[in-house]
């Protein structure tokens, strides 16, 4: 069972930059299509992009507009979301997932603890 982990988070202004990353242990991210959700507080959770298990497909978000890259590197075991010109709304916890490159929270099966992101205005 594969474990995730993610990191990067933090404070950060209106229109700054931010690379989240999700590091998996117990099994290869290779294995599986991933995706990136969010969840602010009071709100249901948001699929923010996805990936396939080769990388050569990738699904977003409406409200990421081309501010959001979904990246992997197998070799290094980890999926990354580049995250730029970053608003307040884009303040929640994010997540990271396995199992599905779906944009339903409920077709994953594995899931980080998450990491806070929080862009002030």
Not at 89 to 111: I, L, M, N, Q
């Amino acid at each position: 069972q594969v474990q995730l982990v993610e990191s990067g988070g933090g404070l950060v202004q209106a229109g700054g930059s931010l690379r989240l990353s999700c590091a998996a242990s117990g099994g290869s991210v290779s294995s599986y299509d991933m995706g990136w959700f969010r969840q602010a507080p009071g709100d249901e959770r948001e699929f923010v992009a996805s990936i396939n298990r080769s990388g050569s497909m990738t699904y977003y978000g409406s409200f990421t507009k081309g501010r959001f890259t979904i990246s992997r590197d197998n070799a290094k075991n980890t999926l990354n979301l580049q995250a730029n010109s970053l608003e307040p709304e884009d303040t929640a916890v994010y997540y990271c997932a396995a199992g599905s490159s779906s944009s339903d929270y409920r077709d994953y099966h594995y899931w980080g603890q998450g990491t806070q992101v929080t862009v002030s205005s």
